[in-house]
C-alpha cells in the first residue's frame, strides 16, 4: 500500500517551490533596468529642451524686437536692417504711413540698445549718436494682466529729432513738408498698460521749434509745445501751446477709456501775416473765418 506524504514533505516542497529561480531573478533585473533607463531618458529630453530655451532666449535675434515693435506699432515705427540680438543689438529707426504706405522716413545712424534684467522687471537702454541725449532708459515691469514703462527722468532734454522725420508717416505730414527740430523733455513718465487701455502718471513735453512748412512762405512760422499730463485716477491731460512765432496754436484735451478727445485752433499772430499763412491753415483744420479750428474725438 502506498504511503501518503507527511504533512512536513509537503511544506518543504511548496517552500522550495516558492524560491525564485535564476530566470526570473534574471527577468526582475531586465525589468529594473529598463525602468531605469526610461527614467534617464525622460531627464535627458528633460534637460535638452531645457538648454534649447535657454539658448532660444539667449540668442534671441534682433529681428524679433523689430517684428514686436512693427506690430505694436500698426507698422509705422519700424526697426530697420536690425543687427544682433534682443539683448543688444542695432537698427535704423524708420517711421512709415502704415501698411501699403509709400511714405517712410528714416532718421541717420544707427538706434543702439541693450536689455538686461533689473529687479522684477527689464531695463532697456538706448542710445543713438544723432538724436538721443546720451543713455535713455526705460524700466519695464510685467505683471499679471498689466505692464507698466517707466522712462527715467533727464536734468535737460531727452530726445531731438529733425521735424522732416515725421514726413514718414503720410497724410497730412507729407504734405505739409515740416523743417525745425523736435525736442522732448520729461522729469519722469510712467505708462501702465492695465484692462487694454493705457494710464500715465506724469508729465513729458514736445517742442517743435523753429517750425517751417514749404506750404507757407513765412519762415520760421514759431516755436510750439504739446504737453502730455497724466495723474493717477484721472484722465490724461492734453495741452498744446505757442511758445513764439507768427503762426498761434492752442488747444486742450484728454485722453483716457473713451479715446481721445481735443479741441484747438491756430490763427495767424497779426493780419499782414494771415495771407502768407492761409493755405497752411486750411490744411491744419476746418476754416472758420480767420480761425483754423482742430478737431479731434
Not at 501699403?100 to 531695463?123: I, M, N, Q, T, Y
Not at 490744411?283 to 480761425?291: D, E, K, L, M
Request: a positive charge; glycine letters at 14%.
Amino acid at each position: 500500500m502506498a504511503r501518503k506524504p507527511s504533512r512536513r514533505g509537503l511544506k518543504r516542497r511548496f517552500a522550495s517551490s516558492a524560491v525564485p529561480t535564476q530566470w526570473q531573478e534574471s527577468s526582475y533585473a531586465e525589468l529594473a533596468w529598463e525602468q531605469s533607463r526610461s527614467a534617464a531618458s525622460r531627464w535627458a529630453m528633460g534637460g535638452v529642451a531645457l538648454g534649447l530655451l535657454i539658448g532660444l532666449i539667449a540668442f534671441a535675434p534682433a529681428t524679433w524686437l523689430a517684428s514686436a515693435v512693427s506690430s505694436a506699432t500698426g507698422q509705422r515705427v519700424q526697426l530697420a536692417d536690425a543687427r544682433g540680438s534682443v539683448w543688444s543689438g542695432s537698427a535704423v529707426a524708420v517711421l512709415t504711413g502704415g501698411p501699403d504706405s509709400r511714405d517712410a522716413s528714416a532718421l541717420p545712424g544707427r538706434l543702439e540698445w541693450s536689455l538686461g534684467l533689473k529687479g522684477l522687471g527689464f531695463e532697456l537702454r538706448s542710445r543713438h549718436a544723432c538724436c538721443l541725449n546720451g543713455a535713455v532708459s526705460l524700466l519695464v515691469k510685467p505683471g499679471l494682466g498689466r505692464v507698466s514703462v517707466t522712462l527715467a527722468p533727464k536734468p535737460d532734454w531727452v530726445g531731438q529729432w529733425p521735424g522732416a522725420f515725421l514726413g514718414g508717416l503720410g497724410t497730412p505730414w507729407n504734405t505739409l513738408q515740416l523743417g525745425g527740430s523736435l525736442r522732448l523733455q520729461s522729469s519722469g513718465l510712467k505708462l501702465e498698460w492695465v484692462q487694454g487701455r493705457w494710464l500715465v502718471e506724469g508729465q513729458a513735453d514736445l517742442d517743435m521749434l523753429q517750425a517751417s512748412s514749404r506750404v507757407s512762405t513765412l519762415e520760421p512760422l514759431g516755436s510750439y509745445r504739446f504737453s502730455v499730463i497724466g495723474t493717477a485716477g484721472t484722465p490724461t491731460q492734453l495741452r498744446l501751446t505757442t511758445l513764439d512765432g507768427a503762426l498761434q496754436l492752442k488747444g486742450e484735451g484728454t485722453a483716457g477709456a473713451n479715446g481721445v478727445r481735443f479741441r484747438g485752433e491756430a490763427r495767424a499772430a497779426t493780419e499782414a501775416d494771415e495771407a502768407a499763412l492761409n493755405n497752411l491753415l486750411n490744411i491744419i483744420g476746418r476754416r472758420n473765418g480767420a480761425v483754423s479750428v482742430i478737431s479731434i474725438g
